[in-house]
């Protein structure tokens, strides 16, 4: 049975560290790691057993695998930490790994992998094959409740009061570059679909206040020589973190899932 550290203590990280517990993911949870030390704690006294609260670097040693749960920032001290240890990573703060091509070039010299889940969004794949062919437009439109944009840097900086606002309204609109630059904590989803479509200069995104939402919803369009793809998703928030859609939660326990059957030894999964 592989061994799975998780750095970050939030709604994510919780849940992989209880769906390990519950045998939903196959694999010992080696240990827990948090920029606050003590909600790493809170959070491994509500397991059974608890797991070692531990540095980052002991961390990377007791585990086959680093789960990243925490942040954008943190995701330049875990992927290189797992890189020099020979580890595997999962990444879900997705837009850490923007421009970072070389630690892909490293990870797969040394044979290692840097797992990625879909997140809050679906079709990625559909996304990753159109690029074989020619793509005309990737648009991506958020529909967020407005206090979850409260403190956008986009928000702050052009001085709108999202709270006032009584119907839906377009708050921003440009490239996927410049949505992950103004709106940092929803970074994951253009980032998501930048990598696996045309990129940042050329996935546009379009951020939506809508007083009437109670739900983060994604819609994305595609367009190009295979035809037209469309998702939307509406992601129930998590009742812990409004930031974080119950999806994500869900997408990052069931690749672990997945990743965890597949190193397991054949006999042990046919038995």
Same mark, same amino acid.
């Given at each position: 049975?592989?061994?799975?550290?998780?750095?970050?203590?939030?709604?994510?990280?919780?849940?992989?560290?209880?769906?390990?517990?519950?045998?939903?993911?196959?694999?010992?949870?080696?240990?827990?790691?948090?920029?606050?030390?003590?909600?790493?704690?809170?959070?491994?006294?509500?397991?059974?057993?608890?797991?070692?609260?531990?540095?980052?670097e002991?961390?990377?040693s007791?585990?086959d695998l680093?789960?990243?749960?925490?942040?954008?920032?943190?995701?330049?001290?875990?992927? !290189?930490? #797992?890189?020099?240890?020979?580890?595997d990573?999962? +990444?879900i703060?997705?837009? /850490?790994? %923007?421009?970072? =091509?070389?630690?892909?070039?490293q990870?797969?010299?040394?044979?290692?992998?840097?797992?990625?889940?879909?997140?809050?969004?679906?079709?990625?794949?559909?996304?990753?094959?159109?690029t074989?062919?020619?793509?005309?437009?990737?648009?991506?439109?958020?529909?967020r409740?407005?206090?979850?944009?409260?403190?956008?840097?986009?928000?702050?900086?052009?001085?709108?009061?999202?709270?006032?606002?009584?119907?839906?309204?377009?708050i921003?609109?440009g490239?996927?570059?410049e949505?992950?630059?103004?709106?940092?904590?929803?970074?994951n989803?253009?980032?998501?679909?930048?990598?696996a479509?045309?990129?940042?200069?050329?996935?546009?995104?379009?951020?939506?206040?809508? !007083?009437? #939402?109670?739900?983060?919803?994604h819609?994305?369009? +595609?367009?190009?020589?295979? /035809?037209? %793809?469309?998702? =939307?998703?509406?992601?129930?928030?998590?009742s812990?973190?409004?930031?974080?859609?119950?999806l994500?939660?869900?997408?990052?326990?069931?690749?672990?899932a997945?990743?965890?059957?597949?190193?397991?030894?054949?006999?042990?999964r046919?038995?």
């Amino acid at each position: 049975m592989i061994s799975i550290g998780i750095v970050g203590c939030g709604a994510i990280g919780s849940g992989l560290a209880g769906a390990i517990q519950e045998g939903r993911i196959r694999a010992r949870l080696a240990g827990l790691a948090n920029r606050t030390r003590s909600r790493a704690e809170a959070l491994a006294r509500s397991l059974t057993p608890p797991p070692p609260v531990l540095s980052l670097e002991d961390l990377v040693s007791a585990s086959d695998l680093v789960a990243e749960a925490a942040s954008v920032a943190a995701v330049a001290e875990i992927v !290189p930490a #797992c890189l020099e240890a020979g580890k595997d990573a999962f +990444v879900i703060s997705v837009g /850490g790994l %923007l421009g970072r =091509e070389d630690w892909y070039r490293q990870a797969e010299a040394r044979g290692i992998r840097i797992v990625v889940p879909s997140g809050a969004i679906a079709g990625l794949d559909g996304i990753r094959a159109a690029t074989v062919g020619r793509v005309d437009s990737v648009i991506l439109i958020t529909r967020r409740p407005p206090h979850a944009l409260i403190d956008a840097p986009y928000v702050v900086e052009h001085g709108i009061d999202v709270n006032r606002l009584t119907e839906e309204t377009v708050i921003f609109e440009g490239s996927a570059r410049e949505a992950c630059r103004w709106f940092p904590r929803h970074v994951n989803v253009p980032a998501a679909l930048s990598l696996a479509g045309v990129g940042l200069e050329k996935t546009w995104v379009r951020v939506v206040a809508a !007083p009437d #939402c109670s739900f983060n919803e994604h819609r994305i369009e +595609v367009r190009g020589q295979f /035809g037209r %793809l469309l998702v =939307e998703i509406e992601n129930t928030p998590s009742s812990t973190n409004a930031r974080t859609g119950l999806l994500s939660i869900f997408s990052s326990i069931q690749t672990l899932a997945d990743y965890a059957q597949a190193r397991e030894p054949s006999t042990s999964r046919t038995t």
